[in-house]
C-alpha cells in the first residue's frame, strides 16, 4: 500500500506571493474552464485537474483575504 500525501499543501505548493484579485479572479475561471473538459474516465486527467482547481482556489482565497485586509 503506498502512502498517501495531500492534494494539495500551501506550505509546498503556494506561489509565494499574492496576486491581484482580478487576477486570481481570471485564473479561476480559465482553469475551470478548462478543466470542466476533463475527461471523468482518465485517472490522470482527474489527478490533474483536481490539483489545478486546488491550486486557482487557493490562491483565489489568498487574494480575496488580502482584499478584505485592506
Known amino acids: 500500500m503506498a502512502g498517501s500525501s495531500p492534494l494539495f499543501n500551501p506550505d509546498r505548493d503556494g506561489l509565494g506571493y499574492i496576486m491581484p484579485l482580478d487576477t ?3 485564473r479561476a475561471r ?3 474552464a478548462e478543466k470542466g473538459r476533463a ?3 482518465d ?6 485537474a483536481a490539483y489545478s482547481l486546488a491550486h486557482v482556489l487557493a490562491a483565489l482565497l489568498d487574494a ?3 482584499n478584505q485586509a485592506r
Request: hydrophobic share 45%; charged share 40%.
Open 24 to 26: 486570481a479572479i481570471r
Open 30 to 32: 480559465e482553469t475551470l
Open 39 to 41: 475527461n471523468l474516465h
Open 43 to 48: 485517472r490522470d486527467e482527474m489527478i490533474r
Open 64 to 66: 480575496l483575504d488580502a
